[in-house]
């Protein structure tokens, strides 16, 4: 009885180790080529590249940092002047991304490391879609806009009929209904949602993609295809703010066009959520192309041979560890990236330089515009 158990047992692992090397056999079969599914046809081969790859990462952080960093500094005063926010409150809810997006980057790119990283770049753009989707969901359920009647005189100074909460003589009806109570919650809290899922789909596309990138490609090239992805990085807020501008030139209700407001009126909101459902949309309907890509690309064995040479030729016997993106040996991970001197002073002068280029993308518009 216990040898037929025995061998049974050994027949069932052998079994495993069949199916095992099978699946693994079809996993490294696709695991180089382009394609959907099972449909991976030689003339798509033809993408299945690091530089496509690159060029499709280019358009990714172009378009989204078109809306993120572009349109942020565009935006923030008409949201202001929409809700009724203070610089302050608007301020600490144009930082949700921020903040999602250091949290979500370090955790997320640990997990997504050794895992499909083109198909974990999609998620990361269907949901900064979403997030965009969400963001634009105050303005429909805030209802359309109200003006009341201003006259401007040549001396450039206004006067204005202002709706007095305190006022109990108040025969307006806008004023009227400016008085009924409201859930001003609700549009912080919709913004700062759609915030948070914006600043999670970008950390994915941003620090997976680059890892993605740089495993693809040999050592000496590999900077030269990061500083090209930076390049697109940049150009996405200087896009963002002309198209942007264009928005704002539209009425915030439309394809509603007062007769009586134009651009120039200090009463002029432009459609600012726009913005958010053009790019929205590009971000989804451009996601699918993502997918198509293996999980490792066919330069990535050749690669990996020139590194480890490289390592050999310095006479350096230490290799990365491989952490399979287990939860358990992420604190070891942490503090082995944290204790190295070179890269935690690099980390330490970016965030110094950052401070002031958020803060002035966010206000600096709104100040110029004020004076």
Request: aromatic share 14%; glycine share 8%.
């Amino acid at each position: 009885n216990k040898m037929q158990h025995s061998k049974s047992v050994d027949d069932s692992k052998a079994d495993q180790c069949k199916e095992s090397s099978e699946n693994q056999g079809d996993e490294t079969t696709h695991s180089t080529k382009f394609g959907y599914f099972n449909y991976r046809a030689d003339y798509l081969q033809v993408f299945n590249s690091p530089r496509w790859l690159l060029a499709l990462l280019c358009f990714y952080i172009t378009v989204i940092n078109m809306e993120l960093l572009g349109f942020r500094g565009v935006v923030v005063p008409q949201i202001e002047k929409r809700y009724n926010m203070t610089s302050t409150m608007i301020g600490t809810i144009m930082s949700s991304v921020d903040i999602s997006c250091g949290i979500s980057g370090v955790l997320l790119t640990y997990y997504v490391g050794q895992r499909h990283k083109s198909k974990w770049i999609g998620y990361g753009i269907i949901g900064f879609s979403i997030g965009s989707f969400i963001i634009a969901v105050p303005h429909f359920i805030a209802g359309p806009y109200y003006y009341s009647d201003v006259v401007i005189n040549n001396s450039s100074q206004a006067s204005s009929t202002l709706c007095s909460i305190n006022s109990a003589n108040v025969t307006s009806i806008l004023c009227t209904g400016a008085r009924q109570p409201s859930t001003p919650w609700v549009h912080p809290l919709m913004l700062i949602l759609g915030l948070v899922c914006c600043g999670i789909g970008f950390s994915v596309l941003y620090n997976v993609g680059i890892a993605y990138v740089d495993e693809s490609v040999s050592p000496r090239s590999s900077p030269v295809y990061i500083a090209i992805f930076h390049m697109a990085a940049v150009i996405g807020p200087t896009v963002g703010y002309v198209v942007g501008g264009i928005f704002s030139n539209i009425f915030i209700d439309w394809p509603v066009r007062p007769k009586d407001l134009n651009s120039n009126d200090p009463r002029w909101i432009g459609a600012w959520w726009l913005g958010y459902i053009v790019v929205g949309s590009i971000i989804l309907i451009t996601s699918v192309f993502i997918f198509a890509f293996p999980y490792h690309l066919p330069t990535y064995e050749k690669s990996k041979m020139k590194r480890l040479a490289q390592i050999k030729s310095v006479n350096q016997d230490h290799i990365d560890d491989h952490y399979d993106g287990r939860w358990a040996d992420f604190p070891r991970a942490f503090y082995r990236i944290a204790s190295n001197r070179i890269f935690l002073l690099a980390v330490i002068g970016l965030t110094i330089d950052q401070i002031p280029v958020i803060g002035f993308i966010t206000f600096l518009p709104k100040y110029i515009q004020s004076q």
